[in-house]
């Protein structure tokens, strides 16, 4: 009988089995607790070690096995990069045609390693991987910062008993730009929020072009350059915690108010371990198995697996809890972020998006806007007509849009890119106040300078609305723009 080597024992098999797990866990690490991790990591690790052990004798097939783990969990990934590139450059890439090709690619890797003794190569190789993820976790870590916020006082002669809800609309234009760019006039949905009494801001500019950097700001109440050192850093951790741990929630839970969050399915959003209640999907498996599945080739099939869920379903079920949440008898701030229309297609039906020559991206871009208003509105409804007493509302995008941007567009914006980008949304509903008389433009910092003002008679200074762009390559090398961006 063949003796086999400890170096030939396939801890490949196991190695390569867990490190997408762990990688993810750790680009996450600040927002998931880790038993919500253990599960999957635990599971995988007795499922990789039996699979190794049965095929230990045989050294051509564990190698099979490592090569069809990394298919699984990475070909999806690749499709997804891939298409993402080349969309925009009006060539997307067929699903289908992309599986068929990776998987005839999979079959060469096969026959070509078929004969041949790698299993040592592969034991160096995931363990160098899975030792780096590791690495990467530990210097992960040292750089989270633990910033603590200071609080006004909480002695104020008036204290409002309202629900207060911040809506956030990721990515939703500016009605100019809806006008000027996509020929869409968006008046039913202004009309509808100014019978409301919505206060409408039709100049209203962001104060960063990045969703992270925008909401580490609004909920803080502040411009965050100051909290980063280096500009060429790409770290997110200090916003995420700016995020999680947010100025707002900590004035509002002294004054009484339990914190919801609704789980968005994007970072920091989607599981804030400060909210006294986090409303998710779980229904069916946890956020991280959730996110972990769909990033490996059973996304493909996901409207056929019960247990995965879709961005759309995410969203539905945002709004859907939206149309509930007031009915809970608790004085509330309830923050729900939801990726619409985040320049994607969520909102309208599947084939229309598959056969893109019945519509222009342009009309499909306008149909998700559409469907997304119907949907604010049905919302607004239900929370305007159960809540006992008139509540606070703030529905509002973080940035504008940029639909149909190329890298270029991002590295060298023209002043129609930084338009459509900063311009963003923003309504406000501050019952039997109106605002119209206080002030001409608001920017997403002063949200709730304004709101506290108003309502728990703090007399926090208004700062002044300033736009700052940057890019995805380098977000914290900030422009300001201002200037071009703002309205006559
Ligand atoms: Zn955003």
Known sequence: ?????????????????????????????????????????ILTFIISS????????????????SLCIF??????????????????????????????????????????IYNKNVNSYFNIYSFFILISTVFYFDTFKKSISNKSETISSSNNLRNSNKDIYYIILDG???????????????????????????????????????????????????????????VKSIDRTTFYSLIQQNKTFNYLNKKGYTFINLCSGWGPTQFMKSADINISLNNKVNEFTNILLNTTILAYMKSYIPVLYTNTEVIDHSFSTLCKISLIN?????????????????????????????????????????????????TLNSILNQSKEKPIIIVQSDHGTSFGFNEADWANPTDKVLKDRMRNFSAI???????????MTISPVNNFRLLLNNYFDEKLPILKDTSYFSNYIAPYKFKNVTEIVKFN
């Not at 939801?338 to 056969?355: A, K, M, S």
């Not at 509903?429 to 002030?439: E, N, Q, R």
Request: contains cysteine; charged residues 15%.
């Open 1 to 41: 009988m063949k003796k086999i080597s400890s170096l030939n024992f396939p801890f490949h098999i196991i190695f390569f089995s867990i490190q997408p797990i762990l990688f993810l866990y750790v680009k996450n690490a600040n927002q998931l607790n880790f038993e919500q991790v253990a599960k999957p990591i």
């Open 50 to 65: 039996f699979i190794a052990i049965i095929c230990k004798s045989k050294l051509n097939f564990t190698s099979i096995t």
């Open 71 to 112: 298919f699984f969990y990475y070909q999806y990934l690749i499709y997804l990069k891939l298409n993402a590139f080349f969309t925009p450059l009006k060539f997307p890439i067929n699903p289908f045609l992309f599986f068929i090709c990776s998987l005839l690619l999979l079959f060469l890797l096969i026959r070509t």
């Open 172 to 230: 939703y234009p500016n009605s100019t730009t809806l006008k000027t760019e996509y020929g869409f006039d968006n008046h039913l949905f202004i009309n509808y929020l100014k019978n409301k009494k919505f206060y409408l801001v039709h100049n209203s500019i962001s104060n960063y072009s990045l969703t992270f950097l925008s909401l580490a700001s609004s909920l803080n109440w502040d411009y965050v350059n100051r909290e980063i050192d280096d």
């Open 330 to 378: 608790k004085k509330k701030f309830v923050l729900a972020h939801i990726l619409c229309p985040h320049d994607n297609f969520e909102l309208v039906e599947p084939n229309d998006v598959i056969t893109p020559s019945t519509f222009s991206r342009k009309a499909l871009y306008i149909k998700t806007i559409d469907s997304l208003n119907k949907k604010v509105i049905a």
């Open 429 to 439: 509903y501050f019952p039997d106040i109106d605002l119209a008389d206080s002030l």
